[in-house]
């Protein structure tokens, strides 16, 4: 079946510093989906890629979904101490609604 | 207005019990999703509704997993026979329509613990 794979699985940042997490589908996607969850809540919607090479900016967050429509990648920009939680990708592919989520990205962020 | 409600929010029940998860979704969102997320892992997708109907519920991992949304609102997990290996956070979410495009809102969660 569909995987969804991230890396890093941790990541800690000093505060100020920029970082990437990738993550990557072992089939083609239709669109992807990026949720923060934060320490003891439930994921929150951050943004939705549909275009093969579509780039897609929130303030210090910039999100790419790559020409394959295969992979994608979250790029944080000045890290601050509210960026802490876990960044998880969800794939939907072609056929159906069922997303397929990534085992996400733990961000640690040092002050 | 108000998110996606689930309750309990910890249940704590027996092996061999059987237990049932509630979900309130967003007034007027018509798609539901149920997902079960096992510590330090994503969410698992495990049924979809359109309405009142089970659109999709090929991530149900077996019989005794069963879920119903009768009139198209909130929706029931129901887990017969619980087992330790089904202690979890069990997470519903919601979405405006079933359209692929819609991001999905999450609630709370339910924490089973089955000891």
């Known amino acids: 079946g569909q995987q969804v794979m991230q890396i890093p699985q941790y990541q800690h940042v000093q505060e100020g510093e920029d970082f990437t997490t990738y993550c990557n589908s072992s089939?083609?996607?239709?669109?992807i989906q990026w949720y923060k969850q934060r320490p003891g809540g439930h994921p929150v919607f951050l943004i939705q890629?549909?275009?093969?090479?579509e780039v897609k900016k929130q303030k210090r967050l910039t999100f790419q979904f790559g020409e394959a429509k295969k992979n994608s990648s979250l790029h944080i920009t000045a890290t601050q101490t509210t960026d802490v939680g876990t960044y998880f990708c969800?794939?939907?592919?072609?056929?159906?609604?069922?997303?397929?989520f990534g085992g996400g990205t733990r961000v640690l962020v040092k002050p | 207005g108000a998110g996606v409600s689930q309750t309990p929010s910890n249940k704590v029940t027996e092996k061999g019990k059987y237990v049932e998860l509630r979900c309130d979704p967003i007034?007027?969102?018509?798609?539901l999703y149920w997902y079960r997320q096992s510590l330090g892992q994503g969410p698992e997708f495990l049924i979809y509704?359109?309405?009142?109907?089970?659109?999709?519920d090929s991530g149900l991992p077996n019989d005794r997993f069963f879920a119903v949304r009768p009139e198209g609102s909130v929706s029931t997990l129901k887990i017969q026979r619980t087992e330790r290996g089904d202690s979890a956070v069990y997470l519903c979410?919601?979405?405006?329509?079933?359209?692929?495009?819609?991001?999905?809102?999450f609630g709370p969660g339910t924490r089973l613990t089955v000891t």
């Open positions: 979410a919601s979405s405006l329509f079933g359209d692929r495009n819609y991001e999905q809102y």
């Open positions: 089939t083609t996607l239709s669109n």
């Open positions: 890629l549909v275009k093969s090479g």
């Open positions: 969800a794939g939907l592919k072609a056929a159906g609604n069922k997303l397929t």
């Open positions: 007034s007027g969102h018509t798609a």
């Open positions: 509704f359109q309405g009142t109907g089970a659109a999709d």
